[in-house]
């Protein structure tokens, strides 16, 4: 459960959060939530960027401030790594309350949600349409891909499903 998630999370790094561009393959579901906000996590995540937009204003000013004065403050630079550590400190609580949230949904719809938009699909039929945002439900990639992702997670709902049945 620790780690679910985690391969995702490694995968964002802040330029694709500012650019809102997605790394390559990654499920657009999961990628929404990480730039939409709307929670805590996402919350986090808009204060990490800001403190990272902070840090390049501030190294801006500080460049200019060199050219005109010849040398900074000691203090400058600590304040701008302070304000680096601290951006990327902010990113990794919230990537992670988000893993863990997305991880809840998941389990909640035994890992059947759209990759597209991250609506749940249980009750809808494979090789239909999501009834959200259209997007073909291919149940197969669906399960491959989640799994992928978030093991513990769906081995734990399997283990409840057998549970119940058995
Ligand atoms: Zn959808």
Redesign the pocket.
């Given at each position: 459960m620790a780690k679910d998630g985690k391969t995702l999370n490694l995968r964002i790094q802040p330029h694709h959060i500012m650019l809102r561009r997605r790394p390559k393959g990654m499920p657009k579901?999961y990628f929404d939530r990480i730039i939409g906000g709307g929670s805590r996590g996402g919350l986090l995540i808009w204060l990490s960027i800001s403190l990272l937009f902070l840090a390049y204003a501030y190294a801006i000013f500080g460049l200019l401030y060199m050219y005109r004065a010849a040398a900074v403050p000691q203090y400058w630079v600590l304040v701008f790594i302070g304000l680096l550590v601290s951006s990327s400190l902010v990113l990794d609580v919230g990537k992670r309350r988000i893993a863990s949230a997305f991880a809840t949904e998941l389990a909640a719809s035994h890992g059947f949600v759209?990759?597209?938009?991250?609506?749940s699909?249980v009750g809808s039929e494979d090789g239909g349409?999501?009834?959200?945002?259209?997007?073909p439900i291919n149940l197969g990639l669906i399960r491959t891909t989640w799994y992928e992702y978030f093991p513990a997670t769906l081995d734990r709902c399997t283990a409840e499903a057998r549970g119940d049945a058995g």
């Open positions: 579901a759209c990759l597209e938009c991250g609506y699909l349409t999501c009834s959200e945002c259209n997007a």
